[in-house]
């Protein structure tokens, strides 16, 4: 009977079997075995042949149902036990939860601000067949935005990988006289088709469409974010005539909320949008330009394709249209990609040290756990010795971890949440395409990084139980609590922490270092006393002399206004950006830029007269052949020498005298000191120039003083509010601002999260060896020779991770080059601080563990023995 | 043994596969192959537990104390199982429910139509 088929039988029943979990083989598995084989003999006597497969099929079946069903019973069995545990130690699984919630809740806040750039889809159709199209200059390999028209027609009719090509202009502003002055709102105009190649429709109304152009009142589409700041998601928008002094537009839908401008940085961001076609009569002129095509490809053609053939048609245009320079091409990019090209480097620093702040918390977790399990060696040991296996111990740890891992990712979900927030209130305009609060892809992007940290965290705690012999700590406590394994194993983990800390507080340390830097640096100006008065398009004179009696008038009644110190005027604010098209010299040499003012504009911007004195009136009215020079230009012209009383040198006519020096002026936060000449304005030739105050008192009064003064000499005229300068400035470093926020953030959290490992290790430690401290003391060890002991461990873990992460931030910290100011990414004073404040922090999370093992009381510990 | 405080009502209704199992049991103890082919056997072959049914079952039934392994009937490598006294209150329990369900049904004079016989 036994002979040929119950062997075989039973083997593949046996590996049936395996399906189910080892602990209910162990119970029930030989019974099942011996019931099954009674099962296929009586088959077999009754059924003969035929009525075995029928019993296979239902015995697998009913394992295929059962099994899973075991093993689920199991892990819920296994995490009410985990659950059970960590609720007994509410210390230890605070400060776990906590450290995970950090480490995760970091990276959750990381992830809703750079998922959009990054790696979700953009909001188009296909969007992976959009590229983007950036002139090319050959000879220097740069890519500028404007591209030559005769090149985008080219393109557009010959190139026979694009489907379709549309462009976006900058925005303009676009102006009405509300209840207080003038009010504008930005507005931006794309190529008919470009909504229709996108592949956008509208969140409410229709999307803008090719003919749009010639029907008047002007159709429009309003951005989300301005029909709901505006008009509080009212949808009569739809429909709704909004005049302008620029024209008269019809809101004929709202564009989607997770619209974008197909455009580089936020200049294209209008909050309204319209349609207009490019110029006609600029299709063949070879000095029109238009900025940043975007295209979409035909189905199949590569971006490879579609750039070989456009450096083919390019090079056509270029000879059909000598007058453009030949040493040109497009590049074709993904536009994604090109989009973000210049958040890139900093995003990925942002990513990393998230991860990095994670990273940290997980090695965290593991000392915790290795800790923790060296503390219930005993209650693991009974486990072994009841039968539990040795499989069934790590799969507990696991579940633990699981456990620990999902409560971390629950309250990660919370801090992250919050952080987002912080973040979202500071984020700088170029942060695009963010989520309104956490969506459901950070929240999975949660789950998965709760899920890979629990199981991160959890291997060495499991490697390093299953190494040792359990089952010896039942025999002897105290040998196995005093192990050096958890030394061993804990030790490199606190000191990858400290490392991974010390990187990322570098990081915060050299940004923070540069922002100070940044943020008080020498001007040359007093940013916070200069109020320059915004005249909106300006006024239209026709000849330079009216102009300048205007402006005149205009610098006389600000002079006379209560509270104004002194007021002046200069063609070009050094602040704006912008540089002066004169310069003192046509060609060749380094040129220097000539700025025009009027006299005393030194004293309202509180710049310093380092030698000579300023213009005159005299000066002004006689047209006198003068200029004033910038202390680098003096050092620049006429180096060594004194320069007041030089004549300067120039291709233009009047030779100029020297009468004065002035300091050196930064065009900003972070900003370059530009070499500058000083000439007064000329009655003659004069064109516009931006008046400024500087008041004594209270800068608001003033301000509305210079409105009112300016709207008397001429009501037709927009009047911007004057406000300080240093608002506007203190704008031009939110990005730096906002990028040192996220550093200290990731520093000061690696910072103490390092620091939790470390007091965790040696608090661990010097708990195992109470009674070796005892018996020390007893044989004359004093107080500070156990101490010195307990930091001398310490300092282990401590000098390596410090080594290391020194070893690592040098390597590291030259991608942080490009947002680092004044500051090399390897300021050795800086490094200097970083190491004094890890050491500092390291020791004393040590003394604390230290300061207890000088207490123990050698009595009390030995009569424990 | 004292009576088990648990009410065998609380655990109502049973799904039909555990009840035959405590139905199997009631006369007697028996181990697992005798379970299956008693069940199998009752219903004309109209119920076949298969092993891995029966022992996730048997497990759930010893975790909650409603039968035991039996202390004679087991041998080295069967066991037999036997009901505890709590076991038997809830198949009895369960067989009340049934009877009363049934008895609802007569009243309602729910019987399948002969028309097909």
Redesign the interface.
């Known amino acids: 009977m036994s002979g040929d088929p119950a062997p075989k039988g039973d083997r593949w029943f046996g590996w049936l079997l395996r399906l189910?979990p080892r602990e209910?083989r162990g119970?029930?598995g030989?019974?099942?075995a011996?019931?099954?084989r009674?099962?296929r003999e009586?088959a077999r006597r009754h059924g003969g042949r035929l009525a075995s497969p029928g019993l296979w099929m239902?015995?697998m079946?009913?394992?295929?149902?059962?099994?899973p069903?075991?093993h689920g019973d199991m892990l819920r069995r296994d995490i009410q036990y985990a659950i059970r545990l960590l609720r007994r130690s509410p210390g230890f699984t605070a400060v776990a939860v906590l450290t995970l919630a950090f480490g995760i809740g970091t990276n959750t806040a990381i992830f809703s601000l750079a998922d959009g750039m990054l790696f979700r889809p953009l909001p188009f159709r296909d969007p992976d067949r959009l590229v983007l199209i950036h002139a090319l200059d050959v000879k220097t390999s740069q890519v500028y935005s404007r591209v030559l028209r005769v090149d985008f027609e080219q393109l557009r009719t010959h190139h026979t990988g694009i489907g379709d090509i549309a462009a976006i202009g900058n925005r303009t502003s676009w102006t009405w006289t509300g209840s207080d002055g003038l009010e504008s709102i930005p507005v931006s105009a794309g190529t008919p088709n470009v909504l229709e190649m996108l592949g956008v429709g509208a969140y409410i109304g229709r999307a803008l469409r090719p003919g749009d152009e010639h029907v008047q009142p002007t159709p429009a589409m309003i951005t989300y974010t301005a029909w709901r700041r505006r008009f509080g998601e009212d949808p009569a928008i739809v429909g709704r005539t909004l005049a302008f002094d620029q024209g008269t537009v019809q809101i004929v839908g709202v564009l989607p909320q997770r619209f974008i401008y197909p455009m580089q940085g936020s200049l294209a961001s209008g909050e309204l949008l319209m349609v207009e076609p490019l110029p006609p009569e600029d299709a063949s002129n070879p000095r029109a330009g238009l900025f940043t095509p975007i295209a979409r490809l035909k189905p199949g053609v590569s971006i490879e394709n579609a750039q070989s053939e456009a450096e083919l048609l390019i090079r056509r245009a270029a000879q059909q249209f000598p007058e453009t320079t030949p040493d040109r091409a497009v590049r074709v990019a993904n536009l994604q990609f090109a989009l973000f090209e210049l958040s890139r480097p900093i995003l990925f620093l942002l990513v990393g040290g998230a991860a990095g702040v994670l990273l940290i918390a997980c090695a965290n977790m593991g000392t915790l756990l290795i800790a923790r399990a060296a503390v219930r060696e005993r209650e693991i040991g009974i486990r072994v010795a009841i039968g539990a296996g040795r499989g069934r111990i790590v799969r507990q740890l696991f579940v633990e971890s699981l456990v620990l891992g999902a409560c971390g990712g629950v309250v990660a979900l919370l801090v992250g949440g919050l952080t987002f927030r912080l973040l979202s209130a500071h984020v700088p305009a170029h942060y695009r395409l963010l989520p309104a609060g956490l969506e459901a892809r950070a929240i999975g992007f949660t789950a998965i990084a709760s899920l890979v940290s629990s199981v991160l965290f959890a291997v060495l705690p499991a490697m390093s139980l299953s190494r040792r012999d359990v089952t010896a700590s039942i025999r002897d406590r105290r040998h196995l609590r005093r192990t050096g394994g958890l030394m061993k194993a804990g030790a490199p983990l606190v000191a990858a922490e400290v490392a991974l800390g010390f990187i990322l507080f570098a990081g915060t340390a050299l940004t923070v270092n540069s922002l100070i830097r940044m943020r008080t640096v020498d001007l040359g100006f007093e940013p916070a006393r200069v109020l320059p008065l915004g005249l909106g398009s300006g006024p239209r004179y026709p000849t330079a002399t009216a102009r300048y009696d205007f402006y005149d008038a205009l610098l006389q009644s600000v002079r006379q206004l209560p509270g104004v110190e002194a007021a002046g005027g200069i063609d070009i604010l050094p602040w704006s950006g912008a540089r002066p098209m004169r310069g003192l010299f046509k060609s060749n040499r380094p040129d220097i830029g000539v700025w025009t003012i009027t006299p005393r504009y030194f004293a309202t911007a509180g710049i310093p007269i380092l030698q000579g004195q300023d213009f005159s009136d005299a000066d002004v009215r006689q047209n006198a052949a003068v200029a004033i020079v910038s202390d680098s230009a003096a050092r620049l012209l006429w180096p060594g020498e004194p320069a007041v009383g030089k004549m300067l040198p120039g291709d233009t006519p009047p030779q100029r005298r020297v009468v004065g020096v002035v300091k050196d002026v930064r065009s900003g936060y972070g900003g370059v000191v530009d070499a500058a000449v000083y000439w007064p304005v000329s009655r003659e030739t004069f064109r516009a120039m931006t008046v400024l105050a500087r008041p004594s008192g209270d800068p608001r009064a003033v301000a509305a003083g210079m409105r009112t003064a300016a709207q008397r000499l001429d009501p037709t005229l927009q009047v911007g509010r004057p406000a300080p300068v240093a608002l506007m400035l203190d704008r031009t470093i939110s990005t730096a601002r906002f990028e040192t926020l996220l550093f200290t953030l990731f520093g000061v959290l690696g910072l103490i999260v390092a620091t939790i490992g470390v007091y965790g290790l040696m608090a661990f430690w010097v708990g195992a060896r109470t009674q070796e401290m005892g018996v020390r003391m007893a044989l004359g060890a004093d107080a500070a020779r156990l101490k010195s002991l307990v930091l001398r461990q310490a300092s282990l873990p401590l000098v390596a991770g410090i080594g290391s992460g020194l070893i690592g931030a040098f390597i590291l910290s030259r991608n942080l080059q490009s947002v680092l100011y004044g500051i090399t990414p390897r300021d050795p004073f800086t490094y200097a601080a970083v190491v004094a404040i890890l050491v500092g922090a390291g020791l004393a999370a040590a003394y604390v563990p230290a300061r207890r093992a000088a207490r123990v009381d050698p009595v009390v510990t030995l009569r424990a023995e | 043994m004292p009576s088990d405080p648990r009410d065998p009502n609380d655990a109502l209704p049973l799904t039909p596969a555990l009840f035959h199992v405590l139905l199997s049991l009631s006369d007697g103890e028996k181990h697992g192959y005798a379970i299956i082919k008693e069940i199998e056997e009752r219903t004309g072959g109209g119920v076949r537990l298969s092993t891995g049914t029966l022992y996730g079952i048997v497990k759930r039934l010893l975790q909650d104390g409603w039968i035991r392994d039996s202390a004679f009937g087991s041998t080295e490598r069967r066991r037999a199982y036997r009901l505890t006294a709590f076991g038997r209150r809830v198949a009895e329990a369960e067989a009340e429910r049934l009877r009363a369900l049934v008895r609802a049904a007569d009243r309602k004079a729910l019987y399948p139509s002969p028309a097909k016989g």
């Not at chain 1, 079946?61 to 099994?67: I, K, S």
Request: glycine residues 4%; hydrophobic residues 40%; charged residues 40%.
């Open positions: 189910f209910f119970d029930f030989e019974q099942m011996d019931d099954f009674d099962q009586e239902r015995t079946a009913g394992v295929l149902r059962q099994a069903r075991e």
